[in-house]
């Protein structure tokens, strides 16, 4: 019986590997499984997520008649990925969300067997069209659109694909069964609407780009928008942002479907943003277009590689972005997996979440974009804890003590009183900060740094999860700043995927001697901004005894030379209504 049973399991997991749609594994004998309970214990507060189930990819968020729409990947039968439809929640501050019956779900020829990622248009009469990826009974990847039934609904409750679908299918030169993800639209001072799907021929990763009159007939370009070769683009994401130096306030978003306009077009760079389907990170250029040859050109201070700018250098994928209209900002959703095991997620009877939306634009010296949380997040501040000029010597740390930190905002800054200790930098380590993070980790004593925080930690130190920055030095004036997430000693549970994560911050610290961190506390997340928004770093975390009120947060200083807290703020955060029924 041990042997059948070893062979059955052994069959399982061959087949599960065989059925793979869009890089998530499948279980069959578990993607149906509805969950009888649904554990809290660190289940987050503040983060968006569904009441349970599995949760992937935002798609096609928008604003529309005083309502932000966000709809997600969802398994509406089970906490592992299948059963796919957009599940739908609205929101007046994108802080409460109420949710919405599902918007669109497998139903015709077109999307029989799944309705995957898109995105959402505003047309200039001012209707929303939603653009997705249908899976055809030939297994077939083909793109659909979707029109409201009733445009006077601003919750848009019901929507209706019409009978023309599916309007773009793979042609003979393109792989049918990596073709997917339809970015949101932009009208050209030549009358035409443009998208972009991803794809890939080989190990080129390409970006697909159409054309179109009437939103019906769409035609292949002769050439791609922009290709790599980084494997599959999922997720494509194609948006201008305004540049320092024109006449709107360069942290102002853009709406693409301004761009008809010439004069606004002069005034803007464009990000194209991709999901690298082998590395499951997103990697990001901005460059200009030129819109009579539909060619995309990313600066040369941008690497157009897999080792280049990252949104998010942890666990943050699928993101899908949105000019909004009132308040004039660029928004970007982010889409955060399980680290944990697939019997945990069954368990807790939920599994994934959404990262908690953040304003983005270029920065003034155009070299990156900048992230921060959404403003609406402060709202839910509570209690608050206050630490000044405080200095950390040498292998010292010291609890924050006042509040409760296991779902909480917390500031800090912190000035260094002497560079002369850092470390030699190698050259090689520029394309691998996360490998340098696992090699010089939290409790890897260095010169300048390891500093920062240990955060979701028990009392003994025995689970802790840190964030820090170290400090290496190129030369007696040139310094290299590290920022990493370590969740290696973040729970006593060996089977969890604890990889450290790690970028570069671009920040003259031998001219400030200072940095900032912010990060974000929720039971299971860890979302941090380094330099006020210029290195990301979301984590899931999962500890077994750092739970609730005996979750505690410290600073500490594994460096040579002594640290001080400038200023430290910490708040605890309200939880606000999750996805409540309407």
């Known amino acids: 019986m041990r042997t059948a049973a070893a062979l059955l399991i ?13 890089s998530h594994i499948v279980y069959p004998e578990l993607q149906s499984l509805e969950a009888k309970e649904v554990d809290k214990e660190l289940r987050t507060g503040y983060h968006f997520q569904p009441p349970k189930h599995w949760i ?32 739908h ?14 918007a669109i779900y497998p139903s015709k ?49 019901q929507w209706i694909k019409p009978t023309y679908n599916p309007i773009i299918n793979p042609d003979q030169g393109i792989n049918a ?47 791609s928008l922009h290709a790599g070769d980084t494997g599959m683009w999922e997720c494509p994401d194609f948006y201008p942002v305004a540049v320092a130096g024109g006449s709107r306030p360069h942290r102002s978003g853009v709406d693409t479907r301004e761009l008809h306009n010439r004069a606004v077009a002069e005034e803007v760079k464009y990000v194209l943003k991709v999901s690298l389907d082998l ?35 942890g666990d943050f994928y699928a993101s899908k972005s949105f000019f909004d209209p009132a308040k004039k900002r660029r928004v970007l959703w982010g889409w955060a997996n399980e680290s944990d095991t697939v019997p945990d997620d069954r368990q807790k009877g939920w599994a994934g979440i959404q990262a908690i939306p953040r304003k983005i634009f270029l920065s003034r010296s155009g070299r990156q974009l900048i992230q921060w949380p959404v403003e609406e997040i402060k709202s839910l501040r509570g209690n608050h804890v206050n630490v000044s000029n405080k200095a950390v010597k040498s292998g010292n740390y010291f609890k924050v003590t006042g509040f409760k930190s296991v779902q909480s905002d917390v500031e800090a800054a912190f000035a260094i009183k002497n560079l002369d200790k850092a470390e030699k930098f190698d050259p090689a380590w520029r394309t691998d900060a996360q490998g340098l993070c696992k090699k010089l980790n939290s409790h890897v004593k260095g ?126 955060m309200k939880t606000p209504t999750m996805n409540q029924p309407e």
């Open 10 to 22: 052994v069959t399982l997991i061959c087949w599960a590997a065989l059925v793979v749609r869009a």
């Open 56 to 87: 992937n990819d935002p798609n096609g968020p928008m604003y529309y008649k005083g309502l932000y729409h966000l709809f997600y990947q969802y398994n509406p039968k089970g906490a592992v990925w299948g059963n796919i439809i957009w599940a």
């Open 89 to 102: 929640s609205v929101s007046t501050d994108l802080i409460d969300w109420v949710a919405l019956e599902p």
């Open 109 to 157: 020829p077109f999307d029989v067997k799944g309705c995957w990622s898109g995105s959402a248009t505003v047309l200039p009469s001012g209707m929303p069209v939603i653009m997705y990826t249908g899976i055809d009974p030939r297994e077939r990847q083909v793109q659909n659109v979707a029109y409201p039934a009733n445009l006077s609904d601003p919750f848009l409750r």
């Open 177 to 223: 069964s990596a073709f997917r993800d339809p970015t949101t639209a932009w009208y050209g001072p030549d009358g035409h609407w443009r998208l972009i799907v991803g794809s890939k021929e080989n190990m080129r990763g390409i970006a697909i780009l159409y054309r179109s009159r009437d939103f019906k007939i769409w035609v292949k370009a002769h050439h």
């Open 279 to 313: 590395t499951r990170y997103e990697y990001y250029t901005v460059g200009t277009y030129d819109h009579g040859k539909d060619r995309y050109t990313p600066d040369p201070l941008f690497p157009d590689n897999d080792y280049g700018l990252r949104y998010d250098y």
């Open 447 to 572: 010169g300048v740094g390891p500093f920062g925080l240990w955060l979701l930690a028990s009392d003994d130190l025995k689970e802790r999860t840190a964030v820090f920055f170290r400090v290496f030095k190129t030369n007696d004036t040139n310094y290299v700043v590290l920022m990493c997430n370590d969740p290696t000693r973040s729970s006593y549970e060996s089977k969890i995927y604890r990889p450290t994560f790690a970028g570069f911050v671009n920040i003259d610290i031998a001219k400030t001697k200072k940095i900032a961190l912010r990060t974000l506390i929720d039971h299971s997340v860890v979302e941090s901004f380094g330099a006020g928004g210029k290195t990301c770093i979301l984590t899931r975390v999962y500890p077994r005894k750092a739970i609730g009120d005996d979750a505690q947060l410290f600073v500490f200083n594994n460096g040579e030379s002594e640290i001080k807290v400038t200023n430290l703020h910490a708040w605890e």
